[in-house]
C-alpha cells in the first residue's frame, strides 16, 4: 500500500542547534501537509506544499517539497524550547491522507 | 468558531466492554477523520466521513465501526474492548475530504483518552 516514511523517528538536540525531519513517499503525492503536536496535545496545521520544489518558510522553519513531489522536509533552525514536540507530514494521494510515523523533536537539558 | 469537540474527555472500561466516543466538528466542516495514537505511536488511520459516508477505512478490526450524522457529527464504537484498545481516539474535521479541496487543512479535536482494564 502506499506509505510516506518519516525520519528519524527522535532527534536529540542542544537549544540552539538545527533540527531536520525527512519524508519519503512510495508514491506521487498531490500536495504535502505538515503538523506539529505538542507534548499533551493534539496535532495542529502548520503549513501545506502544493508545488513541484516549493519552498516555503515560517520563522526558523523552513518547508521544502521535492520536484518529484514524492519527497519534503523540514528544517527548524537555533530550536528552542517551545519548538519541543511532534512533527508530522501527511500526504495527499489518490484521495487519502497518508501519515508519516512523525519525528519527536527533544532538547536536550 | 468553535473548535472540534469530542466527548468524553476521559473513559475507563473494562474488556469485553463497548465503548461510543462522539466528535463535533467545525460549522460547515463536512468531512471527519478519526485516528487512533498509542504512546510513542504515530496517527493510525481509522476512517473518514464525508456528508454521512464511509470514505476511507484503515486497517482495524471489525470491532471498530463509526457513522456520521446529518449535521456532520460523528461516532466512532469498539465493540468486546481488549487491553490493547487503550490509546488517544483523535478526530479531525475539514472542510472536504482528502483531494476534493485545493487545502484542506485538518483541524483535530483534544481526544478522547480511552483505558482499557
Known amino acids: 500500500g502506499q506509505q510516506v516514511m518519516q525520519i528519524p523517528q527522535y532527534q536529540h538536540v542542544q537549544e540552539g542547534e538545527d533540527f531536520t525531519t525527512y519524508c519519503n513517499s512510495s508514491t506521487t503525492l498531490s500536495n504535502i501537509q505538515w503538523y506539529k503536536q505538542r507534548p499533551g496535545g493534539h496535532p495542529v496545521f502548520l503549513i501545506q506544499l502544493v508545488k513541484s520544489g516549493e519552498v516555503k518558510k515560517q520563522k526558523r522553519l523552513t518547508f521544502q517539497f521535492g520536484e518529484a513531489k514524492k519527497n519534503s522536509s523540514l528544517h527548524i533552525t537555533a530550536t528552542q524550547t517551545t519548538d519541543v514536540g511532534t512533527y508530522f507530514c501527511a500526504g495527499h494521494s489518490n484521495y487519502q491522507l497518508i501519515w508519516g510515523a512523525g519525528t519527536k523533536l527533544i532538547i536536550k537539558p | 468558531k468553535a473548535g472540534v469537540t469530542q466527548t468524553p474527555r476521559y473513559l475507563i472500561k473494562t474488556r469485553g466492554q463497548q465503548v461510543t466516543l462522539s466528535c463535533s466538528p467545525i460549522?460547515?466542516?463536512?468531512?471527519v477523520s478519526w485516528y487512533q495514537q498509542t504512546p510513542g505511536q504515530g496517527l493510525q488511520f481509522l476512517f473518514e466521513?464525508?456528508?454521512?459516508?464511509?470514505?476511507n477505512k484503515g486497517n482495524f478490526p471489525g470491532r471498530f465501526s463509526g457513522r456520521q450524522f446529518s449535521n456532520s457529527r460523528s461516532e466512532m464504537n469498539v465493540s468486546t474492548l481488549e487491553l490493547g484498545d487503550s490509546a488517544l481516539y483523535l478526530c479531525a474535521s475539514s472542510l472536504a475530504p482528502p483531494g476534493l479541496a485545493d487545502s484542506n487543512e485538518q483541524f483535530f479535536g483534544p481526544g478522547t483518552r480511552l483505558t482499557v482494564l
Open positions: 460549522s460547515g466542516h463536512r468531512s
Open positions: 466521513y464525508f456528508s454521512e459516508t464511509q470514505r
